[in-house]
């Protein structure tokens, strides 16, 4: 599986971006889809997650209201609208699948500690 993720750039305050991760070589359509970010200098945070049937998990109560995930599986493709951002969402996301802690591939894990599968980064950097 290799993922790709893009979409990234510079933003102001208040602005908007969506991030996209594309898979080739294998369908996402039975897996759950994870996003993380890590910011510059700290460690890497699992913030979101869609599992095969769309149910959306957050894992950082700060993003509900401003992110959401949603997938297209027509394109094997993930997204993150990351909306309202602040200079804090600054950092490098990557989409991953296969994620853990270990369990069902296609339900997202309970919390969101790393992943079989990931996609180069891409760099998301919003001024103040």
């Known amino acids: 599986v290799q993922l790709q993720a893009s979409g990234g750039g510079f933003v102001q305050a208040g602005g908007s971006l969506r991030l996209s991760c594309r898979a080739s070589?294998?369908?996402?359509?039975?897996?759950?889809i994870g996003w993380f970010r890590r910011a510059p200098g700290k460690g890497r945070e699992g913030i979101l997650c869609?599992?095969?049937?769309?149910?959306?998990?957050y894992y950082s109560a700060s993003l509900k209201g401003r992110f959401t995930i949603s997938r297209d599986n027509a394109k094997n493709t993930a997204y993150v609208q990351m909306n309202s951002l602040k200079p804090e969402d600054t950092a490098t996301y990557y989409c991953?699948?296969?994620?853990?802690?270990?369990?069902?591939?296609?339900?997202?894990?309970?919390?969101?500690?790393?992943?079989?599968?990931w996609g180069r980064g891409t760099l998301v950097t919003v001024s103040s």
């Open positions: 070589g294998y369908s996402l359509n039975n897996f759950a």
């Open positions: 869609i599992d095969a049937g769309e149910e959306i998990t």
């Open positions: 991953a699948t296969v994620l853990r802690p270990p369990g069902p591939t296609d339900q997202c894990p309970p919390t969101l500690e790393g992943a079989d599968y």
